[in-house]
């Protein structure tokens, strides 16, 4: 199967991880993306096969494929003005459609719709998407054991917090660092916090989760979809931080069973090779209609 992958971001965020992830465990992938940008960078240095995105070379690989797969709102518009082989789209943002006439008319163009969680699947629908052109593709990561795994109960270590937010996170008398370097963050973290107004899903807190770092995410979005609360971490509520982060600071051994618990959790629904799984299980289905 010649799939061709389209993205358009500069940085390398959770998205174009998860796209690097699939298309190296794809055969016969090529991948469109803007030259300079992160992930042009380290699908060269992968070997894989990446090409600046232009809208000319978009049409042209386009009808040498057998499907087309958009991985962000702008590479399904370029693709959906490309035309060629089926299209397939990333949907991973919970925020509603857009209802203007150009988006309108971009979202009847694609085939098959791969939501990032059951939330943002509802989105789609909300939008007029009949559910048989959406199936739902969790993110996955890497679970390796080199990765940072619990500490011992009776070593809790310095309770290092570690957060990624879109708004601060600040409590008064802990001091919480701002990740810019997620997993080498997380080598080193004893509580990870995702606060945001608004998530698809999170793929940072299932990082966290993989490496045995109990989470503390807003109950926003897909994020109580993987978090489950109580067990791999705590859910909060809007001006809920300071508490949950008093408790499994003054709770370590609690905290690390809630990490032992996540680890296992992502190794039993949240590995690439089951993203990579679902989403060829998707391809084969809208290929077979």
């Known amino acids: 199967m010649k799939t061709l992958h389209v993205d358009t971001g500069r940085e390398m965020r959770g998205g174009q991880w998860q796209v690097l992830y699939l298309v190296e465990r794809l055969s016969d992938a090529v991948l469109l993306v803007p030259e300079g940008s992160g992930l042009f960078a380290e699908a060269r240095e992968k070997g894989l096969d990446?090409?600046?995105?232009?809208?000319?070379?978009?049409?042209?690989?386009?009808?040498?494929?057998?499907l087309v797969h958009a991985h962000d709102a702008r590479a399904h518009t370029?693709?959906?003005?490309?035309?060629?082989?089926?299209l397939v789209?990333?949907?991973?943002?919970?925020?509603?459609?857009?209802?203007?006439?150009?988006?309108?008319?971009?979202?009847?163009?694609?085939?098959?719709?791969?939501?990032?969680?059951?939330?943002?699947?509802?989105?789609?629908?909300?939008?007029?998407?009949?559910?048989?052109?959406?199936?739902?593709v969790y993110d996955g990561v890497p679970v390796s054991s080199l990765q940072k795994l619990p500490q011992a109960p009776g070593n809790p270590g310095p309770g290092r917090v570690v957060a990624l937010a879109s708004k601060p996170a600040e409590v008064?008398?802990?001091?919480?660092?701002?990740?810019?370097?997620?997993?080498?963050?997380?080598?080193?973290?004893?509580?990870?916090?995702?606060?945001?107004?608004?998530?698809?899903?999170?793929?940072?807190?299932?990082?966290?989760?993989?490496?045995?770092?109990?989470?503390?995410?807003?109950?926003?979005?897909?994020?109580?979809?993987?978090?489950?609360?109580?067990?791999?971490?705590?859910?909060?509520?809007?001006?809920g931080l300071g508490g949950a982060l008093r408790r499994l600071l003054d709770d370590p051994a609690a905290a690390i069973e809630m990490g032992v618990r996540g680890r296992e959790r992502v190794i039993e629904k949240f590995t690439v090779d089951a993203m990579v799984a679902a989403t060829r299980h998707a391809y084969g289905e809208m290929l077979s209609c």
């Not at 990446?50 to 386009?62: E, F, G, Q």
Request: charged fraction near 20%; hydrophobic fraction near 45%.
């Open 78 to 86: 370029l693709a959906a003005l490309a035309g060629g082989a089926p």
């Open 172 to 239: 008064p008398g802990i001091p919480i660092h701002l990740s810019t370097n997620l997993w080498q963050d997380l080598s080193t973290a004893s509580v990870f916090v995702y606060q945001s107004d608004m998530e698809g899903l999170g793929s940072a807190a299932l990082a966290a989760m993989a490496c045995g770092v109990p989470v503390i995410a807003s109950r926003v979005g897909g994020l109580p979809e993987i978090v489950v609360h109580e067990r791999t971490g705590l859910l909060m509520e809007i001006g």
């Open 50 to 66: 990446a090409r600046p995105l232009s809208l000319a070379t978009l049409m042209r690989a386009a009808r040498q494929a057998d």
């Open 89 to 136: 789209v990333s949907r991973r943002v919970g925020f509603p459609v857009k209802t203007s006439q150009v988006s309108r008319w971009k979202y009847k163009r694609a085939n098959l719709y791969l939501a990032v969680s059951k939330f943002t699947a509802s989105k789609l629908v909300e939008a007029g998407i009949p559910e048989s052109r959406i199936r739902v």
